[in-house]
């Protein structure tokens, strides 16, 4: 366990918020894709997100700063 800083914790959270929001505008917007190869590169996009978020998600959780995760 690390002790983290106000200023990290408050970064992470900023982080985790902007990838969050990202995700949800993302999975909205491809709904209306049409053009196959773009379609597949969103995809691999939210995939992407979706990852990082979790990633994002263990590291506060093995630092205490938050309990449990969004699924």
Request: net charge neutral; charged share 25%; glycine share 6%.
């Amino acid at each position: 366990m690390r002790n983290l800083s106000q200023e990290e914790t408050l970064a992470l959270s900023s982080l985790l918020r902007m990838e969050t929001n990202g995700l949800a505008i993302a999975k909205a917007v491809h709904r209306t894709i049409s053009d196959d190869k773009l379609k597949s590169m969103t995809e691999a996009g939210i995939t992407s997100s979706e990852s990082r978020i979790r990633t994002m998600q263990q590291f506060l959780m093995e630092n205490q700063v938050i309990q449990g995760g969004v699924q």
